[in-house]
């Protein structure tokens, strides 16, 4: 059996892909890294785990941390995963970090996003960047493979924006100075940290904007799209919050460059995603929501076009917890090890 | 005491005026109609009214229901207040129609209202159309007064819509081709009638945009724009559903014409709505939600520039049932009758 | 107008009895006293009472905060009121206390509850326990007047369990061994402190029974039972939280001294009322819930009889935060000011 | 592989059963029977099941509805699969029913429940209940085995009940005239027809009892229970419903017989439960909720006793669409194919 560690095992991240990894059949949980609830069983702080993982979170501190797996995932905030990543590899990993610390694979790049995002712009391990891709195997299938040492798992918004949008700025069927995301979020997005905005009574019957002057994931999107349009791309992003647990629902906009339907869009982005198991595109007469999304790794598409403003339109849908985090590091884990890429994804969503 | 009589008592919108007609210091509820729950004290039905409300529900087709009233609710879809409005009137009655009935002055704009929704062109009482005026006194508060005999409601998307662009519109901040409109709305405002989409199981932990094709609302947003603006507006529209019960969050966008600052623009929509009491001004770096407007009357309005893109976005909120509709209701007939606008309006909202 | 004081005004029964007197017209709030937030009008903190109470909320340590005032709500947890009510007292207010510090009017009783609870059993104002009155207007109203000083304002659950149980105790129906008290409430129970328990992802989808050991209300309900009875009555308790914010459904039982029907039951509650504004009685037909009473100070009382177990089987309802905390605050102050009762409770609940 | 039908696939409980057995290694689905959304494959209605079960929705009319299955599930309400049983027996098929058609194996018990549920009480298929076994494998595990033909799926109240009283009925912990059933359902109990009640404003923010005459799951709770005790046990049972999608929390009541503590109790439950996978024994200081069961088939089971007034109260969690349907049906699947009980359980719940 392949040996999986994850750090950072206390969070939501963590534990969805514990979760997804206990039914995997490739792969065994050897070890458990966090700094809270350290000391006990990860079923006594999760019981849902109860008899399906039931490893003692270790401390950083504590030897056993350190033990050798064959996969790591790095289920930490920015800072963390760049500071590890090397001894882990030294000891022979693979690295999955869910930060914004390798989504960017030169050192310029990383600089730039760090300062969009108030942090200190030098990364803490500079050389290992080129070791690193961006972790969307609907984009970098070609670059994401067995050699591939470190993966930069996508942001949540960013795979939702991404995917929606790729095969329109590949095709040029929009102009790439009118585009705008309109993107909405469960509150598990937030992470399992308690605050007052996401306090029940203060947050059941209300939703809102937020992040106005900026939000981290912008400059990742943005980065993934000018790549694809081989030109400098800005968007407008907006960034908000509903009170739903999981689920993000993007509304992505941007103006045709000349006439064209919603058939020949939809034709469009089948064939750029025709190989992709987990990319499902819909015409816009779909009844689709983020509850058919729920639980899985799938991210579905919605296509239709406003012909009286001559915009395309696309409202694309992910699990935040799944497809956002958890289920693309699997998904990604799943090829750099050399396995199908669907291991382990063989059940559909809980309904309702 | 000014006598009111409530047409369509039995859904939300009727619902709405009785309870804030029920402390109304200058009205007094004399006649309630609908065609379910007949026969019954409303309280039977919806049992919070009990003490306060206790008037039985009538049927058409009983001749109390065609009692004179000084004021008539037509709490009522498309096509009931027409035919109602005429008799209504020459029994002295003021009107006000929360439906698309007497939204547009003449019969041609309503025709092509009409047309866009799939509903028969014709208007059944054409010569009532110049009588009515669009229900927005924030807009119109020259032409509603004593003599106005006939209200036109708006729709609630269009109400957040609206008050969110005007003075974006009116001082041509903004292209008139950039405009996009991204609404989500609460359940409410679909109705107290059950349907598979809004069953709570199926709707708890669910969004999803609908009616992409065209949602009833955008023509009369681009109407009252296109007033504004002296030119023809068109509006790319997305109507979306969130799960919480009350509440609109639009997100507005369009591409600024020149350099302008965030708070340039405050201070331009403040000046706009001096004088209006239920909207308020906010900056984008303010926690506002819809819970801030639940259960009142207020649009609150967040200005933010993304200077980025030179785009303006306004984050607009009501609570749907409110301003978005009986709420408007009220202050319309307020104003129609004579009494200050803000009457019966001396409570904040239920929090949390 | 009557001056009133709030301490503890950041809270949520702070912001509750805010909002009731807003309305209220003989009262005035002239003093907001908190601990957090200080500095910064409320309405800047809680934006919905933005042009209904812009008051600034003072330190404690602020000599404003000092003012004389005729009413003061202590809004504020177990240990503050009795510290502060000497003092308040002295300078001519009258009080009404959240808390437990003055639910029992004498200090052996108060040390019974105490240790109940875990805390010291000393009272650290004694002397004034005799000024005291547990605010049930239902229950005391002979001893609830304008000489009264001190109001104990009883815990939320309490109100639901007592007005449930009182006519049946008071009357023998039921065996006082038999009473079980199963208890269900809203999340805003706990108030707007964050926390882990109450997170929104860990709550959505969540219920649970908590305080399994002993909830803080017992004592309360055994005492005032016990005091109807005329003999000791101990009771089992359950407290249980369930995704909803606002809401209390406790559902009572005991095993019926005699063969009696649902009707007889409903005659002798109805009477035990009779003069009572807030509390309604139902039979087991009908459909009411907690919606019913948000945002409203009634009590409804749903009666049933098991025929098959001679069991006695009555649901109650309460809106927590206004019979279960500021409402019945605001009607305990109408009562020791010689207000009607029902002064500024002229307004149903909002609905849905 | 072992061939499955569905008869009633379009439900809440037709899907449940579906989504499990896609995953399950031994087992096949291979007709999907239903009266509403037929000729469509399943995942139209059921987008989430795309790719894992797309088969075409049959109507019984269809001849290929009656193609012979090794095991057939009747997701039918009552009346239906007694009208069916007979036939797909004798084409060879096991038959797992979820309703109150089987769950009493002889006609005089059949006749009394359908007497108190209001139904005529003569069965459709009389010589086939002996054929029938109560799906509780906790209980009846000695009798359901490969040779069992007929399962009757138990009722999901029933089961949360029934398994957190029977160590205590069997052990004769409590008397038998004691006994409280205080249960709560989320709201997917209510199946996805869309009701009023049900409709997401008039639910999000409400909880209450009904059918307080008496829950069609009262008969075979006390059935269970009296079977195990040895005498006719009769209980006070309450259902409600609060706002949550998936779980109940059943809190069970009686008085105990003698001193006893908690930690004697909760090994006497482990002791009775000792071989049950599906079962978990909890303290009363655990922090356990129905989110720690939601998605899973298992039973949390939290014991207390409240020594102030001798009663025992067992708090019983379960999710109500898996081990209150779908999941106790595919366990009595396993065992009566021969399979090991928990095979295609492998994996925890979704969490949150």
Do not use: W
């Not at 995997?24 to 069983?41: D, F, M, R, W, Y």
């Not at 909405?184 to 905005?197: D, F, L, R, V, W």
């Not at 994931?217 to 799209?225: A, K, N, P, T």
């Not at 339907?261 to 983020?290: L, Q």
């Amino acid at each position: 059996m392949i040996k999986a560690k994850i750090v950072g095992a206390g969070g939501f991240g963590g534990v969805g892909i514990v979760e997804l990894l206990t039914t995997h059949p490739e792969v065994e949980i050897k070890t458990l890294v966090a700094i809270e609830s350290v000391g006990n069983p990860i079923s006594d702080t999760y019981p849902h785990l109860k008899g399906f993982c039931d490893l003692v979170i270790l401390p950083p501190s504590d030897p056993a941390a350190q033990e050798p797996a064959d996969i790591v995932f790095m289920a930490t905030p920015d800072g963390v995963g760049m500071k590890l990543a090397a001894e882990e590899l030294a000891k022979g990993a693979k690295i999955i970090d869910y930060s914004g610390d390798f989504r960017f694979n030169d050192k310029e790049t990383y600089a730039n996003y760090a300062s969009r995002i108030g942090k200190p712009t030098e990364h803490a391990a500079p050389e290992l960047l080129p070791l690193s891709i961006y972790g969307l195997p609907e984009l970098h299938r070609n670059n994401i493979n067995k050699k591939t040492k470190i993966i930069g798992n996508p942001g949540c918004f960013a795979v939702s924006c991404i995917l929606g949008l790729a095969p329109a700025i590949k095709e040029k069927l929009i102009t790439t100075k009118s585009i705008i995301c309109d993107c909405k979020t469960g509150i598990s997005g937030a992470g399992k940290k308690p605050a007052a905005t996401f306090h029940y009574p203060l947050r059941y019957e209300n939703m809102n904007a937020y992040k106005l002057a900026g939000h981290q994931h912008i400059y990742e999107v943005e980065h993934e799209l000018s790549l694809l349009a081989e030109e400098d791309i800005k968007v407008t992003f907006t960034s908000q919050v509903v009170p739903l647990c999981r689920g993000i629902m993007s509304t992505l906009y941007g103006t045709l460059n000349s006439k064209t339907t919603e058939n020949d869009i939809i034709n469009i982005y089948k064939k750029f995603y025709g190989n992709n198991g987990f990319v499902r595109i819909y015409p816009s007469s779909s009844a689709i929501g983020t509850q058919h999304v729920r639980g899985t790794n799938y991210c579905n598409i919605v296509i239709s076009v406003d012909e009286r403003t001559s915009r395309l339109r696309i409202v694309s849908y992910i699990d935040n917890l799944v497809k956002g985090q958890a289920g693309s590091a699997m998904q990604n884990m799943n090829i750099i090890l050399g396995l199908p890429e669907k291991t382990g994804f063989d059940r559909p969503g809980m309904y309702p």
